[in-house]
């Protein structure tokens, strides 16, 4: 049995008008970016759109199809610009109204004949495809910045979507759908009108899905991160322990030498510049797979994974001179601080970590007796370079 294709416009509209109400609902929260707003203003015109184009032939031609179809194209390219928000992309608005400008009016301007609707199927199932392509690359972009795996069920949404405005795009080409009644169509186009209604609730699912596994990760990363320094805090590190059971790793234990006295004479500004350029040194000489935790104070920690004791002593000495270096060039420094490091080193299952901290702390406490701004190895009863 043929599918009423104008009901099924009705029930797009009342879908993205519902929609559009819980979006704008999610914004005024204020729990979110601007995303939610344009993505709620791109359903309630899609919703206002369709609504007008199941009027056909109930209300003037230039408000049911003219007007209809250009709600819908603005609709469909304000979702594109809420995608891009969401990736931390938003579009300057002059690029905005150019854009919808120059993708809304030829539907009205050079499409306007009635009986043309094969013409502007064509046209609004292109801009629609090109946009869902577009949305597509921007989910993948997100999924690969930010690990943000609900964005892999947008991207494969898109794709799907894609095809189907370019398999519409196809048949609008070649006549098999459009005129001269389109609600008196194929079949075929009466099953793509259905699709739409299931792929705008999962589409807009899978935004809300991003959004809180957005906010999950920036949870554990303020809980597990110093805020300071964006170094691992202590709980963070002891989320990686467990990980490190089994595994040669080497160990750093760090001290800002003077530390203390650089606040007292400079004030805590100056100190907190300091550990921030100390953990921005840091992170440029260990690898992305090591590990940099802030202790406390003006202690840090740094587990080198697979990394034996003579390398762990050259990577401690290189921290420590690029860090001296750095200091140097502070302007209005009376006292320049130093580094003390203890280094300690176990091979595959031998020993737990506590007995590995133990080991380097009891190294930097010789580093600290015998001078400062220096490194020493456990075991070892000589400045290790």
Aim: proline content about 3%; some cysteine; hydrophobic content about 50%.
């Amino acid at each position: 049995m043929l599918l009423d294709l104008r009901t099924i416009y009705f029930i797009v509209a009342v879908s993205c008008v519902v929609l559009s109400a819980l979006q704008f609902a999610a914004y005024a929260t204020g729990r979110f970016e601007r995303w939610p707003l344009w993505w709620g203003a791109s359903n309630l015109l899609i919703g206002i759109g369709s609504l007008l184009v199941a009027l056909r032939n109930l209300v003037p031609y230039y408000i049911s199809i003219d007007a209809g179809n250009v709600l819908t194209i603005v609709g469909y390219m304000l979702m594109l610009f809420a995608v891009r928000a969401f990736a931390g992309h938003p579009p300057d608005r002059r690029y905005i109204w150019l854009v919808i400008i120059c993708g809304s009016m030829p539907v009205a301007l050079f499409i306007s004949d009635p009986a043309a609707i094969s013409e502007r199927l064509l046209y609004v199932s292109v801009i629609c495809c090109l946009c869902d392509v577009t949305i597509a690359r921007e989910a993948a972009g997100i999924l690969r910045r930010e690990k943000l795996y609900s964005a892999a069920l947008l991207l494969g949404l898109y794709v799907v979507t894609a095809a189907i405005f370019a398999v519409r795009s196809f048949l609008a080409a070649t006549g098999d759908i459009g005129g001269p009644d389109p609600f008196g169509g194929s079949i075929i186009h009466s099953w793509m009108a259905v699709s739409a209604v299931a792929f705008i609730m999962l589409r807009s699912m899978a935004m809300v899905l991003m959004a809180a596994e957005r906010s999950r990760n920036q949870l554990i990363q303020l809980a597990h991160h110093d805020p300071l320094t964006g170094a691992l805090n202590r709980g963070g590190l002891a989320q990686h322990v467990p990980l490190l059971a089994g595994q040669p790793v080497s160990l750093l234990i760090i001290d800002i030498d003077n530390f203390k006295q650089l606040n007292d004479q400079h004030g805590h500004a100056a100190g907190d510049e300091v550990l921030r350029l100390f953990s921005k040194i840091s992170k440029g000489i260990i690898r992305s797979c090591d590990l940099l935790a802030r202790q406390g104070g003006d202690e840090f920690l740094a587990v080198l994974k697979n990394v034996g004791r003579d390398e762990a002593i050259e990577i401690a000495n290189r921290i420590r001179l690029s860090f001296a270096a750095a200091v140097m060039q502070m302007p209005d420094l009376a006292i320049f601080p130093t580094l003390s490091i203890g280094v300690s080193t176990r091979t595959e299952g031998n020993g737990d970590f506590e007995r590995l901290m133990q080991k380097a702390d009891e190294a930097l406490y010789r580093s600290k007796r015998q001078g400062r701004d220096r490194v020493e190895a456990a075991g070892e009863n000589q400045q290790a370079a």
